[in-house]
């Protein structure tokens, strides 16, 4: 259990599918799947491999504004759907869009070039939305989305060029469509705070992990994690360590923890200052915010042909993703901006299934 002056995570879960016949999902939705949606005043993305060029198909979508930022904050990844690629690095992109927040409105862009002053950010934030997620009626009541190939008449172009820059993209098609669902968030200090019963299950799984491994590994909270000189079999710390942290709330598919730690599958580089570039846009440092987890692999299949399961080309143990510290934007941005995604295979998989 976290400790209260620990970072705060936030943890993603499965919480039900987005049935689009019922649901129109906007850059505000929180989910897995799905097309990416557009936020006000950008181009849809259209991403493509950087090992073998392919499309690449949308996996995630995370609303996560900053305290005391004036803009909206959308998080996308994609993935390739090629098996060959399956836990390459460049297979994987993250954007960061955002768009201003104004009265009377959702967001809108200004002709000024002067970045909006924001307070440093709070993990916390992906919070503060979480009991809105999946509910849009707020944004379907304040703009009309108007498909990109619908005439509106006796409008001058100039607004009819602004509408259509609201319009949710269209599948190329030969990009598939993860099935998509709605994640639901919460503290992990709330799933771990159950008393000695949840202690008692990590625990548990330790000790089973230990006699398994051969490593001798202590669960002291108040001195932190443990661990001895007697090596894994596997000679991996990392993963005892993550699969410990994991124990308390095996089903998580996300975890949100803004400047936070990154929870490594398996041995990290040794310098992992190293590990990160700066940020392609802004050249300054960029920072953790969110990882995927084990347990997205077995919800992932296609939409619209029968449920045909996609983890097999999309095989990853976590992939992390790291976001400008300053979150750098202009409210006279045009395009999304490149994050940095790493991934690590899972050394054991079927110790998640």
């Known amino acids: 259990m976290a400790t209260p002056d620990r970072e705060t995570t936030l943890l993603g879960l499965f919480d039900g599918d987005l049935d689009d016949s019922k649901h ?20 849809p993305s259209s991403p493509r491999c950087g090992c073998c060029s392919v499309p690449l198909v949308h996996v995630v979508q995370v609303y996560c504004p900053l ?8 998080l996308q990844l994609f993935a390739c759907p090629a098996a060959e690629c399956s836990g390459r690095a460049k297979s994987w992109t993250a954007f960061r869009s955002q768009s201003l927040e104004v009265e009377g409105g959702v967001g809108r862009t200004s002709t000024k070039t002067e970045p909006a002053k924001e307070a440093p950010p ?28 619908e005439k509106v008449p006796d409008v001058p172009e100039e607004i009819r060029n602004q509408l259509d820059s609201l319009h949710i993209a269209e599948p190329q098609p030969d990009v598939p469509i993860l099935r998509p669902f709605f994640i639901s968030v919460v503290d ?15 625990e548990k799984l330790l000790k089973d992990y230990e006699r398994r491994e051969g490593v001798v590994a202590s669960l002291d909270e108040s001195s932190g994690e443990k661990y001895e000189k007697t090596r894994a079999h596997h000679g991996d710390y990392s993963f005892c360590r993550f699969r410990k942290r994991i124990s308390g709330c095996p089903q998580q598919i996300l975890r949100y923890c803004r400047g936070g730690r990154p929870l490594f599958i398996s041995e990290p580089p040794t310098d992992e200052r190293q590990l990160v570039p700066p940020c392609t846009s802004c050249g300054g440092p960029q920072t953790f915010e969110f990882q995927l987890m084990p347990a997205l692999v077995s919800l992932l299949s296609w939409k619209d042909v029968g449920g045909i399961h996609a983890a097999s080309l999309m095989e990853f143990g976590t992939v992390l993703v790291f976001t400008c510290a300053e979150s750098c934007w202009t409210s006279s941005e045009r395009q999304p901006r490149s994050e940095f995604c790493f991934v690590q295979m899972d050394p054991d998989q079927e110790l998640f299934k």
């Open 67 to 74: 305290m005391g930022s004036p803009y909206h904050r959308t």
């Open 122 to 149: 709070s993990a916390s934030d992906w919070c503060d939305t979480a009991d809105d997620w999946g509910n849009n009626e707020e944004f379907e009541e304040l703009v009309e989305i108007v498909p990109v190939k």
């Open 24 to 43: 129109r999902s906007s850059f505000l939705t929180n989910k897995v799947g799905g097309l990416p949606d557009v936020a006000p005043g950008l181009p």
């Open 188 to 202: 992990e200090r709330d799933v771990l705070g159950e008393g000695d019963e949840g202690l008692s299950h990590a």
